[in-house]
């Protein structure tokens, strides 16, 4: 009788994989991560061009990477946003990061990242409607595969 319960389980869990599996991954925004310059990019993920230089956006990354597929670096900012952005400009698709902040939280990120070449680095951070944007030039000695 086990036998058979789990051959029943199984081909009922196996048809509703084989049916639906758009369903059970999650949404993919499929204009956020195309191959654009910044510029689109820009205006594809943020809706504008009109973003702020600000000083009050700190970006820390090596100057010079010596490896493209490892680059560390760290956002940090004293603007209570609600959405963060991280963009490489010469990257295949230019947006790299993107999270949601709550309840007014203050940024603080860090994360490695692969660059395709040496470029600026961009981060942006959306303050009620206004996004406001700090950038960093990272050369990069050696391009991973």
């Known amino acids: ?3 058979r319960t789990f051959l029943e389980r199984s081909s009922i869990a196996a048809a509703l994989v084989l049916l639906r599996p758009s369903a059970l991954a999650a949404a993919w925004n499929e204009k956020h991560f195309q191959q654009v ?3 689109r990019a820009f ?3 943020l809706g504008t061009k009109d973003i702020v ?4 956006i700190s970006i820390a990354a090596p100057p010079v990477a010596s490896d493209s597929s490892a680059v ?3 956002i940090s900012s004293t603007i209570k946003g609600d959405q963060l952005y991280l963009f490489v ?3 295949v698709t230019p947006l790299v ?3 949601a902040l709550h309840g007014g939280a203050i940024p603080f990120l860090s994360l490695t990242i692969k660059m395709k070449e040496s ?3 961009y981060g942006v951070i959306r303050e009620g409607g206004k996004y406001h944007m700090a950038s960093v030039h990272v050369d990069v000695a050696v391009q991973a595969c």
Do not use: H, T
């Open 43 to 45: 205006v594809d993920v």
């Open 37 to 39: 310059p910044i510029d």
């Open 1 to 3: 009788m086990k036998r």
């Open 89 to 91: 400009e010469k990257n």
């Open 97 to 99: 990061f993107s999270c």
């Open 72 to 74: 560390p670096v760290e």
């Open 53 to 56: 230089k600000s000083s009050r």
């Open 119 to 121: 470029s600026l680095l």
